[in-house]
């Protein structure tokens, strides 16, 4: 028998996230970096999340990465699929989420799909189609001045109209408190008015296990994380899943590093309280721009070090300072020369012994992750909500954090390595 669920991630980042809440609710899982190009991931295996670097990508690029993925969670059995973007809904009036979603609709003939980027556990909810963040609209938060994705509006029932060609429908909290039939119902209803969406409130996990519920026979499933709190229980009420699994931590010794290249408030202070404590440079864009070899010269500094201690990298910077940068190399230079440098510097720490690795934000995730070589990793414990360690499988030995920017508390990275030493 092949895998039950498969999911496609827009990062890699996210991915882990979707990962982490899987394995909690009792699933083997493995993450693949990118489409696998073997089977050798899904023996003994219950879900396969492939992860992506789509998020910012160019549409078309997206929407063709994303169906290549389905067809290969679908040539393994994956009898339910989940496109999972960001708890704040990452993306631009032209996409990605809306085209990819589109995309995945059309070729797996799925009817009203449920969009639910709710994460309650670290204050991410929807009501009457809104998403909050830490108890404030969307467009009111952090996420508002994000560099790459700027999020103004808080209605996903407009974000995702400008984004899909499918009409945009509400099931309303007071729907969901009626539990996971009543959710059904309107979402059929939803469905036969023209609808390809139905946005789901959520407020509570408990809501997010009625939703789980009520998607049972749904073929795709959109959201974040939490949104597939609920769908292992639906396999194992069909007696296909177990109740529980082991979850392995990574048993990787060599010294510790912390890259960061996200510039959510969340990552500067988790920045600013290791700063304290652990030796610490910061990747000056202006240095890359001009030729110096600045991965050589950061590599030489961390190796100086005192190998007891972790060593923190990082390009995060407040918006202002962002914008400014921006403002000289543009948008996608600026991002592209900082992730060149965060990807050589991995390769060249861990070749030299760093072989436990946090990394913070999206984008930073996917060079480290890429330029290191890694196909594949299996989920491990959690260290805080949406982030678990993992470790690289059928290459050298690697333990990874992949850190959405927003995730965690501000002892983050302490607490991280406390996990596993």
Known sequence: ????????????????????????????VVQTIGVPKDDAYTEGVDAVVVALKTRTAPVNEAVELSLAALRWLQAHGAQQVVFKYCSTFDSTKQGNIGPVADALRAAMGAGCSIVCPAFPENERTIYQGHLFVGGVPLHESSMKD?????????????LMSQQSRAEVGLVPHKTVAKGADAVSHAIKALETA????????????????????????HKLVTG?????????ENFRKKGLLGSTTETDTPRVKGRELVLAGSCSTATRQQIALAKEK?????????RIAKGEDVA??????????HDEAPVLIYASADPEEVREIQSVYGVERAGAMVEQVMGALAVRLNASGFSRLVVAGGETSGA???????????????????VPWSQSIGTRPLALALKSGNFGGP??????????R
């Open 278 to 286: 652990w030796p610490t440079r910061k990747i000056v864009v202006d």
């Open 1 to 28: 028998m092949g895998i039950l669920l498969g999911a496609i991630a827009d990062d890699f980042t996210g991915a882990t996230d979707l990962a982490n809440t899987l394995v909690k609710e009792g699933m083997k």
């Open 411 to 420: 002892d983050f990275f302490e607490e991280a390595f406390a996990v596993i």
């Open 146 to 158: 994000h560099p790459l994705t700027p999020m103004r509006d808080s209605s996903l029932i407009r």
């Open 296 to 305: 050589g010269d950061l590599a030489e500094w961390a190796l100086a070090q």
């Open 368 to 386: 480290v992750v890429s330029a290191l070589g890694v196909g594949s990793l299996r989920i491990g414990p959690e260290i805080a909500p949406g």
């Open 224 to 232: 974040g994380s939490g949104v597939a709190t609920g769908l292992p």
């Open 194 to 217: 023209g609808n390809g969406y139905a946005v789901v409130d959520a407020l509570s996990d408990d809501d997010l296990r009625i939703i789980g519920d009520a998607a049972r026979d």
